[in-house]
């Protein structure tokens, strides 16, 4: 009898153990079906376990098993999901306290008890099945099965330690305890299955890549340069068509594709910037703009929408504010098209209205931007949560990546600015965000007369593999009076460019795309720097579909004077030709044969790592006469300064090893070291800002001079210095 105590024993610790080792199974992340199929295997053991502790008379043994299962659960209970640690464990401190209580009491009494405690369970259960949130259902069937199991094994207990094992009624109590525990486990088990399956179902649908990793980052820049080259196109050639007289039907025509082409640039921008805005990526220009011209763009856009909501969309702006303003036209169209966008999604009835009005900003003039809608408002919950990153889901389960308010306040913050958001359930919402005003230093008019009389004769080359786009530019640049040829590589545009300037026929203006087959936009513009027989300060403007962090750096490095993002539109370009000409006239032309004997006397160190940039320095020291050594980093120009005779050094502020700055105190502190007369140190530089320059001056150089800088500038300098 001792053996087979001892057998039954073994076999109800071994189901005991083999149910807990298919508990943990079920945690591994396999298929829905195998992790069913385990969990019922593992509950099938423990009943088995049950059921031989009750056989075998193993009274420890059975109250002992509902501990082995609340190291389980309780497992499953803590997780992030789940009750919280405090709750589970105060819950098992009462029960566990109740069922030693049962042990100790006089028996009448524990029965009693055991039976009150397993009927206030049974209701509680009754109670759990209408509880809505199938997660909290679970967690409760769960804990009331492992309760159930613990009474259980008090009935046992009691039915062997004060009656006799026969009593019919103390053992169909503790069999009908047992089979409802088990029953509870199975039907935990079903809800915890669908919750499963559930689960599984939401985790297969297709998720959005995420909006900073490297591979969406270069689908978006790969389809915006895509999208943006026939997109130019469309636009331009809708604007060209606009000018023409057209009948009111044709011109509705004409509008409607230019409109829609502006929603989908729009709806382009913004797919690009959410990548950017998660990733801190952003780009901020600094460039003139209209005022007028940015509210008439969201008006025009959005006018349809209201008329077919009949809702009435207003403009307002303040007469206070210059025509012209500094800022990212570009961005603020983005933020004012999803505020826009918003107020009329949201708003039946009533109005939204746009503004544009002067503040003041931080003790300073600024502009503050505002969109105002009757629409049904928003809750405090709402309120808190609008500036969370949103993933949106529509009714077809097709996720979207779109702008939110998040994204416009990170615009915002980028600008220097700051977004508030004002709203009431059922009162309307009002968004603004003010920015400190800034303003170009002259104003330059859009009068078309006055583009004509200075565009009048100049000559343009237009560089741009698109035959579409160039077509374009070239119809819109005759029509300003403008000499107009054109080429379809950079190869072929620097052969043209020499050939006209051999001719005595030099161009004034060359439009070129970033990219194109054989040279990019950036390899051109070097080349024709560099090249000896180009000597005119002819104005560069290079093309782009990419909106890239350092495209501007990048730009005046290969001594380019304008980036502007495709597609520009007629105006943009005949702003931007306007105001570098006008630049121009303060400059003074070169006069190479005047000064070549004077500026051939002296020896020039440059101090540069980029090679576009290099490429651009020399060929200009090339076509000046001068004498010159080229250097990669500050630490070089150091110590070329101190083995060799130079006349002037031209530093790049920013270079590897030892930057321009370092370079510059570090050369000061050797000619005092030394009893040097101080050699002067002019910065060119991409850095454009006052405090770059003010830093500049500060470590020990003379002059500040700012890619990119023409030949004529470049030859003042070196006078004044030399």
């Known amino acids: 009898m001792q053996l087979d105590a001892i057998w039954e024993t073994m076999f109800a610790l071994g189901f005991i153990l083999a149910s807990g080792l298919f508990s943990g199974l079920v945690r591994h992340p396999w298929p829905l079906q195998w992790r069913n199929i385990l969990f ?82 049974l209701v509680c259960l009754l109670v759990t099945i209408h509880t809505k949130d199938i997660f909290q259902r679970v967690h409760i069937q769960l804990l009331l099965t492992c309760t159930l199991l613990i009474v259980s094994a008090n009935y046992l207990s009691l039915s062997q330690a004060y009656w006799q094992s026969g009593s019919e009624v103390i053992h169909f109590l503790t069999l009908l305890s047992i089979a409802a525990s088990v029953f509870i486990n199975q039907w935990a088990i079903y809800q915890h299955a669908q919750y499963e399956k559930q689960h599984y179902a939401h985790d297969e649908l297709p998720r959005p890549v995420e909006a900073n990793s490297e591979e969406h980052q270069q689908i978006l820049l790969a389809l915006s340069h895509d999208m943006r080259t026939p997109l130019s196109g469309i636009l331009g050639m809708a604007e060209l068509l606009l000018e023409t007289p057209l009948s009111p039907a044709q011109r509705e025509y004409a509008q409607t594709v230019q409109s829609s082409g502006n929603a989908l640039l729009h709806l382009l921008n913004d797919r690009l910037d959410v990548g950017h805005a998660q990733g801190q990526n952003l780009t901020i220009l600094e460039e003139v703009f209209d005022v007028a011209e940015l509210l008439n763009y969201c008006l025009d856009l959005f006018k349809g929408q209201a008329d077919d909501k009949n809702i009435e969309l207003v403009g307002y702006l303040d007469s206070a504010l210059p025509k012209q303003v500094m800022g990212d036209a570009v961005r603020l169209r983005q933020i004012l098209s999803r505020l826009v966008h918003n107020a009329i999604r949201f708003t039946e009835t009533g109005e939204v209205v746009i503004s544009i009005k002067s503040t003041i900003w931080q003790n300073d003039l600024g502009i503050q931007f505002s969109v105002q809608d ?51 359930p059922h009162e309307g919402t009002m968004v603004w965000f003010a920015l400190p005003l800034k303003t170009p230093s002259s104003v330059f008019t859009d009068s078309t007369t006055e583009f004509i009389a200075s565009f009048a004769g100049k000559r343009m080359l237009v560089v741009d593999d698109n035959r579409t786009v160039s077509k374009v530019l070239a119809e819109q640049a005759t029509q300003w009076g403008m000499r107009v040829s054109s080429a379809e590589s950079g190869t072929e545009a620097l052969a043209v460019a020499r050939n006209a300037a051999n001719l005595g026929q030099a161009f004034d203006v060359i439009i070129m795309d970033y990219q194109m087959p054989g040279m990019s936009g950036l390899q051109l513009g070097a080349r024709l720097k560099e090249d000896s027989l180009i000597t005119n300060d002819v104005i560069l403007i290079m093309l782009t579909g990419l909106r890239q962090n350092n495209i501007q750096t990048l730009a005046r490095n290969a001594g380019i004077h304008r980036v502007i993002s495709k597609p520009v539109t007629s105006k943009q370009l005949r702003q931007a030709i306007s105001q570098e000409l006008k630049r121009l006239q303060g400059v003074k032309p070169p006069e190479l044969h005047n000064t070549s004997a004077q500026l051939g006397r002296i020896k020039v160190l440059i101090a540069e790592d980029n090679q576009l940039s290099q ?80 830093k500049a001056i500060n470590s020990g150089m003379n002059e500040h001079l700012s890619k990119p800088i023409e030949l004529g500038d470049l030859q003042n300098a070196l006078l004044r210095w030399t």
């Not at 609008?386 to 009714?395: C, I, L």
């Not at 990669?632 to 070329?640: C, D, F, I, L």
């Not at 101080?678 to 800002?689: G, K, Q, R, V, Y």
């Open 40 to 121: 019922i295997v593992s509950q099938s053991l423990l009943a088995f376990s049950v059921g031989q502790s009750y056989i075998s008379d193993l009274v420890p043994l059975m109250c002992a098993l509902p501990i082995l299962t609340l190291s389980e659960q309780v497992r499953y209970l803590c997780q992030p999901q789940g009750l919280d640690k405090k709750i589970v464990y105060t819950y098992w401190a009462i029960i566990a306290t109740i069922s030693l209580s049962l042990l100790v009491i006089p028996t009448a009494y524990a029965f009693g008890a055991s039976t009150a405690l397993s009927a206030i369970l």
């Open 374 to 424: 009757t629409g049904i408002g928003m809750t405090e919950q709402q309120l808190i949560t609008a500036f969370v990153p949103q993933v949106r889901q529509d009714s077809h389960n097709v996720w979207h990546i779109g702008p939110d308010l998040s994204t416009c306040q990170q615009l915002v913050d980028a600008m220097a600015g700051q977004l508030q958001l004002d709203s009431s």
């Open 615 to 694: 490429k651009v320095i020399r060929g200009m020291m090339q076509k000046l006469g001068i004498d010159h050594s080229i250097v990669s980093n500050g630490r070089e120009a150091v110590q070329a300064v101190m083995r060799d005779k130079f006349d002037i050094v031209l530093m790049d502020c920013d270079m590897p090893f030892v930057d321009g700055y370092s370079a510059a105190q570090e050369i000061r502190r050797w000619e005092k070291q030394e009893h040097r007369q101080p050699l002067p140190i002019l910065a060119l530089t991409a850095h454009i800002l006052d405090e770059q320059k003010q």
